[in-house]
């Protein structure tokens, strides 16, 4: 029987990604997206991060902006 491997989610990772998913909506719901915000920052005050980072884009279903030369 094999053994299913789960990378550990980042700290806040599904209120982070509601709030960007909200943010590339349209339309834009402002009131949303505020209580999202509010949401998260709850989140980082019970968690205490200090800092968050991207990690290298390792899926080829994510989109990139282009790069400007």
């Not at 709850?42 to 080829?60: D, G």
């Amino acid at each position: 029987m094999e053994k299913e491997t789960t990378t550990p989610q980042p700290v806040c990772a599904p209120e982070a990604l509601a709030l960007l998913n909200c943010a590339a909506e349209n339309p834009y719901d402002r009131d949303k997206c505020l209580s999202l915000l509010d949401a998260l920052r709850e989140c980082i005050a019970q968690k205490k991060v200090k800092k968050f980072s991207l990690a290298e884009a390792s899926s080829a279903d994510t989109t990139e902006a282009p790069k400007s030369k």
